[in-house]
């Protein structure tokens, strides 16, 4: 990769990660750097973007920026909101296309993480759009998970099923 992609990916990412939509606008629109671009550490602006920043988010997807892309360990920016409980952030990134039936490196879908945080609103959400009979690599399915961690959460998933 060439230095001054390295750079662009630096500037673009660092101001995705402050949440500052009018610099990520700008670099995006003006200064042309792609939304995919890598930083010096691999990522990409939508992986390291201020996850509750729903409207940096929406401006790096609809100027073409991957809602699939995994780091290395299999997390996608799907599992980053999940986790983080970002339900705003989560449906922008499903109606521009990112799928929420990607396992990560443990085998977590997006909501074995939000079930493990307990984010219900955005279990609630992930539930109609996720393969609830996946398992992660401890074995549990979602509804298994949550019969462990939050047994009020089974009507949920008695809906869902």
Known sequence: MLLQE????DRL???????DL???KKLLQHDRIHPDCLNRFGKTALQVMMIGSTPVASELLKQGASPNIQ???GTSPAHDAARSGFLDTLQV???????VNIPDVSGCLPIHLALRAGHIPVIAYLAPLSDLQHRDREGNTPSQLAAILNPRLASIFELNT
């Open 22 to 24: 009018l610099e990520v």
């Open 71 to 73: 780091d290395a360990y």
């Open 6 to 9: 390295t750079s662009a990916g």
């Open 93 to 99: 990134l499903v109606q521009h296309g990112a799928e």
């Open 13 to 19: 990412t660092s101001a995705a990660a402050r949440g």
